[in-house]
């Protein structure tokens, strides 16, 4: 089909996805220049948020927790480790369970990213009151929950976390 022959399309740049794909975006690039600047592989930053949240998880909660495939989470930890962010330890409780936990240089790391996180936030709701964030919370996790719903996905865990 030649592009003249196709059917008008209305204008998607102000529909909520696109804005919030290209928020997603936006915050992504900024947050990898960060681990940039630290010299951390970006691929740590999403583990690190986790332990920091659930430090001592173990290796198949993180999975879970950060919807990584269990392979590609023990090879990210096995590099974490060699680079000083993370131990692993076995479970007292069950030796086939390896827990994992932040060094202080992974913590260090996450705190910086939460500096960069907060700086970001900072930015998108300048302007915005209280009552207008409330508004914009509620209807982001509308939004959540409804997508949720309807693929069948699990609830998302800042859900469970935070409301």
């Known amino acids: ?20 794909n290209e928020l997603s975006k936006i915050f992504g690039d900024e947050m990898r220049k960060t681990m940039e600047d630290l010299g951390v592989p970006s691929g740590y930053k999403n583990i690190l948020f986790h332990l920091h949240h659930a430090n001592g998880a173990s290796q198949l909660e993180l999975a879970r927790r950060t919807r990584l495939k269990p392979p590609t989470i023990s090879l990210t930890l096995k590099k974490m480790e060699d680079d000083g962010y993370i131990i692993r330890e076995t479970s007292k409780e069950d030796l086939r369970v390896c827990n994992v936990f932040l060094t202080p240089k992974g913590a260090n790391v996450h705190i910086k990213n939460s500096e960069k996180i907060d700086a970001i936030d900072n930015m998108i709701m300048n302007g915005i009151s209280n009552e207008e964030k409330a508004i914009l919370m509620r209807l982001l996790k509308k939004m959540r929950d409804n997508i949720c719903e309807a693929t069948g996905t699990e609830k998302c865990l800042c859900k469970k976390n935070n409301e």
């Open 1 to 20: 089909m030649k592009a003249n022959e196709l059917p008008p399309m209305k204008p998607r740049d102000s529909e909520p996805m696109m804005i919030i």
